[in-house]
């Protein structure tokens, strides 16, 4: 996709401006898939901010994140698709709304979960947990919920709450 947009370096260039340009002071982008190389990568704190933000201004994005299955009728251009979410929190949590699962090399199973619950939206990241990203995830929602906050915080203090 982003080759298809712009030419590569540009394309990196532009993430790297709008990272900054929404708050992201610990991530560096050098290629446009998130694999593993050199100078590549992002803090758990930027992952929860970016996660804030798709929820805020891309609400269709998220919500796409939180479809389990999905039919795709085909098309004169295209056969059916039947895509599935291998997201697994969406599965096992009562409430969960997404958001990423990943696996590199150098970060190892990762997680970046979203649930809601009365009222309250919480997002957690999990780094470095091959095969148990979701039952981590999992304990981290469960302990989110369990303590009330005297308000909300993270980049929309208004809207958001992060555990």
Request: hydrophobic share 40%.
């Amino acid at each position: 996709l982003a080759q298809g947009i712009v030419l590569r370096d540009r394309f990196i260039r532009q993430m790297n401006q709008k990272a900054k340009s929404i708050g992201l002071t610990g991530s560096n982008f050098v290629n446009p898939s998130g694999l593993d190389a050199p100078g590549h990568g992002m803090t758990a704190h930027d992952l929860v901010h970016t996660a804030a933000y798709l929820d805020r201004y891309y609400p269709e994005l998220a919500a796409i994140a939180a479809t389990k299955d999905i039919a795709i009728p085909a098309t004169a251009q295209h056969k059916a698709f039947y895509p599935h979410n291998l997201n697994g929190i969406l599965w096992s949590y009562p409430g969960a709304t997404g958001l990423k699962t990943g696996l590199t090399d150098n970060a190892g199973g990762c997680m970046l979960a979203t649930a809601t619950r009365d009222g309250r939206h919480l997002i957690v990241v999990v780094l470095n947990a091959t095969l148990h990203s979701t039952a981590d995830a999992t304990l981290l929602l469960n302990y989110g919920f369990s303590v009330r906050t005297d308000g909300a915080f993270g980049p929309w203090a208004t809207t958001h709450t992060a555990a």
